[in-house]
């Protein structure tokens, strides 16, 4: 068992039993792990975490059947859609949903790998819509459209999982 130099009470590794400080010259208490976790959870939210959490799952759950549908029926670019697709937008929604289901669960890299995946997003996506905007006319309204709200809710996003009370919370 370690001694956390913070604390003055013994960490508790994974699956150990965790002691409570001495009080009023009393025998520690033994607590069993969930417990402490219990009493963690008990914490405020931060606001916006759970419903982030559930529509990046839904996001990204949504995402492959429809990249999976546009390479398939888009006749134009099929060769590059195919790429992009494979290549970056399905291992960025596989990265999402893993991201997020942890994110659900309260775990801390959960973060970490929400980060990876929207940043991914935002490195593939931007490039993409602006080289498809300057090349293809049919629907470059709907493109800039479209392409502009989704850089706009991908960095909005990023944000949000970068912010330090997220951190702070989630350790």
């Known amino acids: 068992m370690q001694t956390c130099s913070c604390l003055s009470w013994p960490r508790a590794g994974a699956g150990s039993l965790a002691r409570r400080p001495f009080?009023?010259?009393?025998?520690?208490?033994?607590?069993?792990?969930?417990?402490?976790l219990k009493q963690h959870t008990m914490l405020q939210h931060p606001r916006g975490y759970l419903t982030l959490a559930w529509?990046?799952?839904?996001?990204?759950?949504?995402?492959?059947?429809?990249?999976?549908?546009?390479?398939?029926?888009?006749?134009?670019?099929?060769?590059?859609?195919?790429?992009?697709?494979?290549?970056?937008?399905?291992?960025?929604?596989?990265?999402?949903?893993?991201?997020?289901l942890a994110l659900i669960r309260w775990r801390a890299w959960g973060r970490t790998l929400a980060i990876v995946a929207l940043a991914l997003d935002l490195a593939v996506g931007v490039p993409y819509g602006i080289v498809r905007m300057a090349l293809l006319d049919q629907d470059r309204p709907l493109t800039a459209v479209l392409s502009g709200l989704l850089w706009a809710g991908t960095a909005a996003a990023l944000i949000y999982w970068c912010r330090p009370s997220i951190r702070r919370y989630l350790t």
């Open 23 to 36: 009080r009023n010259g009393e025998r520690g208490v033994v607590e069993d792990r969930k417990a402490l």
């Open 55 to 100: 529509c990046g799952l839904v996001g990204n759950a949504l995402v492959i059947p429809l990249t999976v549908a546009f390479t398939v029926l888009e006749p134009t670019w099929r060769t590059t859609n195919i790429a992009v697709g494979a290549g970056a937008v399905l291992p960025s929604a596989v990265v999402g949903l893993i991201a997020c």
